[in-house]
């Protein structure tokens, strides 16, 4: 994710096939697993702000994904905190994490529920299931984020299992995975 990845900022609800994809495109499975592995499963991500909050679809394109498989995105702006929703196959959670020093997904930080609708399918790229998620404007506000303006954050997307340290990810990411400074920017569009 070389450049800002753009969020536009909707008074309605927009139809999440409309908007640019985030992708896992870096991947992290050191000596330990083949590149076929759990962490090369095909991810993305698709948000957008509405009413000071934001919108998440999150996908995986897996046909009868683990318990332990995850989806999640973290993300901060301005403060010492950063927010992680945490997609799983029986449900979503929110935590807020400090940005330093650099969190670890393994073990998995805890949370609170999220509500999130669950969906699953199969289309030109296969099977694939997920969930849409909104995200209040405290929320945002608890990482540090304020969608109702011109601005900039920094995420990154993730796909792991909580049984394995393998990930892949959005942008380049080291050990810890969840280091603010190797996320990518998003820019906010009104």
């Not at 957008?48 to 919108?55: E, S």
């Not at 498989?69 to 927010?83: C, D, I, K, Q």
Request: hydrophobic letters at 45%.
């Amino acid at each position: 994710m070389p450049e800002a990845f753009p969020v536009s900022v909707s008074r309605a609800p927009l139809v999440a096939d409309t908007l640019p994809a985030l992708k896992t495109a870096h991947f992290v499975h050191g000596e330990a697993l083949a590149s076929r592995d759990v962490a090369k499963v095909y991810t993305y991500a698709r948000l957008y702000a509405l009413g000071g909050g934001l919108r998440l679809s999150l996908f995986a394109f897996e046909r009868q994904p683990a318990p332990e498989s995850r989806v999640a995105f973290a993300f901060g702006g301005n403060g010492g905190r950063l927010a992680l929703v945490t997609l799983a196959p029986g449900g979503a959670e929110l935590a807020f994490l400090p940005r330093e020093p650099a969190p670890s997904l393994w073990p998995q930080p805890a949370g609170a529920a999220l509500e999130a609708e669950p969906f699953a399918g199969v289309d030109e790229q296969g099977w694939y299931w997920g969930a849409q998620l909104a995200l209040s404007p405290k929320d945002a506000a608890g990482a540090g984020c304020d969608f109702t303006r011109p601005g900039s954050f920094y995420g990154a997307l993730y796909k792991y299992r909580t049984d394995n340290e393998a990930f892949g990810c959005s942008v380049r990411a080291g050990q810890p995975p969840l280091d603010f400074s190797a996320f990518g920017r998003f820019e906010i569009l009104l």
